[in-house]
Nanobody, 119 residues
Framework: QVQLVESGGGLVQAGGSLRLSCAAS????????MAWFRQAPGMERDFVAA????????AYADSVKGRFTISRDNAKNTVYLQMNSLKPEDTAVYYC????????????WGQGTQVTVSS
C-alpha cells in the first residue's frame, strides 16, 4: 500500500501562487505515476496534472496548461504542484493520487487539501 499526505493549500488572491506537496510512503517502489485531481463543490473530481515516477513525463489539463507545473523529487518521495496565476475557478479541494505499474487507474488517494482563490 501507499500512503499519501497533501499539504500547502490555503487562501490566496487571484493572480497569486501556491505550491502543493504530496508526500508518499509505503510501497512507493511500485508506483508508476502520480497525479493531482481537484473537486469543486457540487462538481465531479477532475484531472489536473500527472507525472511519471521514473522518467518525469508530465501531462496537464487544458485549463491549467501554462499556469501549473507538476514535478517530483524521487529522493523525498514527494510530488509538487506549483500553481501560478491562480483564478477563482481554481478553487477546489486538491487530491494527490498514485498509480501502480500495470494499473488502469489511480489506486491510492490522499485526504485532500483546500485551495481557495479570492477575486
Amino acid at each position: 500500500q501507499v500512503q499519501l499526505v497533501e499539504s500547502g493549500g490555503g487562501l490566496v488572491q487571484a493572480g497569486g501562487s501556491l505550491r502543493l506537496s504530496c508526500a508518499a510512503s509505503g510501497r512507493t517502489f511500485s508506483v508508476y505515476s502520480m497525479a493531482w485531481f481537484r473537486q469543486a463543490p457540487g462538481m465531479e473530481r477532475d484531472f489536473v496534472a500527472a507525472v511519471t515516477w521514473s522518467k518525469g513525463n508530465s501531462a496537464y489539463a487544458d485549463s491549467v496548461k501554462g499556469r501549473f507545473t507538476i514535478s517530483r523529487d524521487n529522493a523525498k518521495n514527494t510530488v509538487y504542484l506549483q500553481m501560478n496565476s491562480l483564478k477563482p475557478e481554481d478553487t477546489a479541494v486538491y487530491y494527490c493520487a498514485a498509480q501502480y505499474g500495470g494499473s488502469s487507474g489511480y489506486d491510492y488517494w490522499g485526504q485532500g487539501t483546500q485551495v481557495t482563490v479570492s477575486s
